[in-house]
């Protein structure tokens, strides 16, 4: 990072607290479409038309906040604007990016969440809510390209050091290379099943993922390295060798400054933030506002691989434990979550408005992005270092395939909570909207939508 917040809000050239209360405010207005949406107009505002950042360290704030938990395009969010005005920017310009999709969301479920809602939005919700398992698996799939490059790429990395020192016919960088495609393909089957079965447990699926991932790696890595070693050790004879071994390529373990690098520090004050949280909500509201906590803090802390991987964490909670909604009121739900601007991890909030009212949906909106804010607040001064963090990348490689795989396999009980014949083609509208003919997510739900409206208002069943 090239200069601190302090310096930055010292400039005359940075923008004030209501400049950023104001464009922040603009992208959780009109940001529909998603996380990609979103960086695309932080991008365009802070590099391309103010200059407020440059290229590179915009990346790199990317790249970190995608080796986080949690929604990425909030924290990106958060830390361009704690990059501007430092702490109060960061609370101001979180705020303005998050509160105005809040607000639509928690208006909407009170309309299509009602007891007893006019047969009209009662239809919507059927044709929208009939959509959903198709842009999970459009969501999921958009994914994979990039993470089935990266598995090879770092399979590849941790035996280099056995292809660049004991052998020089690239065989140990290909074993790790498709030993890397193979540990993904098993982390992609391990989270679709975990989605479709255990879907209130997925969350240890996804961190066991990236554990052994990093236990992989990390072992690779020094079997390469002893390779090398005895290598070189032949190369120079009875003598010694001339030049000292190569060492390990994993980072240190001492008690310096790796271990008190970049992941280690971050989630402290999440923590402490969280604790506060789910102690308020078990005093104020009993066990109904603690199990919102829980099920909002799996979705703002646990997470990976994108937004859509909340769905299967809350499915098995919001309607098979807690029965807070039916499965077609949790399909509705989702829909909301997309078809709002802002982050779509703001589905939590439906499901909390559904689970406690409006102080359900406000609880489990501070749950599930208050790690968010902790991560940026604490964590921004390292970001450059978290890009560049071995064990960070490694745990990434293995939970961000299973989070993958999650989104896939939740279109399996999304789409067996359909309750109406008819919704199954309009599913399979929506899957050749969306899958063949490359459509937007928000469109194709709008267009179901109104599908089911017709539908029912033409004395078809909504369920």
Not at 21 to 41: A, D, K, N, Q, Y
Not at 90 to 96: H, M, V
Not at 358 to 371: D, E, N, S, Y
Not at 396 to 404: F, M
Request: aromatic share 6%; charged share 10%.
């Amino acid at each position: 990072m090239s200069s601190s917040p302090a310096d930055q809000a010292a400039d005359p050239a940075a923008p004030s607290l209501p400049v950023i209360l104001r464009e922040w405010g603009r992208i959780g207005c009109v940001g529909f479409g998603g996380p990609p949406t979103h960086i695309r107009m932080l991008r365009d505002l802070c590099v391309s038309r103010r200059g407020w950042l440059d290229a590179t360290e915009f990346e790199d704030a990317l790249a970190a906040c995608n080796l986080l938990p949690g929604p990425a395009s909030t924290q990106l969010a958060i830390f361009c604007a704690w990059r501007l005005r430092g702490r109060a920017g960061a609370l101001t310009g979180g705020a303005a990016f998050i509160l105005p999709g809040l607000a639509l969301i928690l208006v909407l479920a009170a309309v299509f969440l009602a007891g007893t809602p006019p047969l009209w939005v009662r239809g919507a919700g059927a044709g929208a809510g009939a959509a959903v398992a198709a842009v999970a698996v459009q969501a999921g799939s958009s994914l994979i390209p990039a993470s089935w490059a990266r598995a090879g790429s770092a399979g590849a990395g941790s035996a280099r050091a056995s292809s660049d020192g004991a052998s020089s016919d690239g065989a140990g960088w290909n074993r790790g290379w498709r030993a890397g495609r193979v540990r993904w393909a098993g982390y992609l089957a391990a989270g679709a099943v975990s989605a479709a079965t255990i879907g209130p447990w997925l969350v240890l699926v996804l961190l066991g993922c990236g554990v052994i991932e990093l236990i992989a790696q990390r072992r690779l890595a020094r079997r390469g390295a002893a390779e090398a070693s005895a290598g070189a050790d032949e190369a120079a004879g009875p003598e010694g060798p001339a030049v000292p071994p190569a060492g390990p390529v994993v980072p240190p373990e001492g008690p310096g400054e790796s271990r008190r690098g970049a992941v280690a520090g971050v989630p402290v004050l999440a923590a402490k933030v969280l604790a506060a949280k789910v102690l308020a909500a078990a005093v104020l509201g009993g066990g109904v506002m603690l199990s919102v906590a829980w099920v909002a803090l799996k979705v703002g802390a646990l997470s990976y691989g994108g937004g859509f991987v909340i769905i299967p964490l809350m499915q098995g909670d919001a309607v098979g434990r807690y029965h807070w909604l039916t499965g077609g009121q949790f399909l509705n739900a989702v829909a909301l979550g997309q078809i709002t601007p802002g982050p779509v991890v703001q589905t939590v909030s439906a499901v909390g408005y559904a689970a406690a009212g409006l102080g359900g949906g406000l609880l489990a909106a501070v749950v599930a992005f208050a790690p968010s804010f902790a991560f940026v607040l604490a964590g921004a001064p390292r970001f450059g270092r978290l890009r560049g963090d071995a064990r960070a990348s490694a745990f990434l490689a293995g939970a961000g395939p299973a989070a993958i795989g999650a989104i896939l396999g939740s279109a399996i009980p999304l789409a067996l909570a359909l309750s109406q014949a008819w919704q199954y083609a309009v599913l399979a509208a929506a899957a050749v909207l969306l899958l063949l003919l490359r459509r937007g997510v928000v469109l194709t739900l709008l267009l179901c939508g109104v599908a089911g409206v017709v539908i029912a208002l033409a004395g078809a069943p909504v369920g």
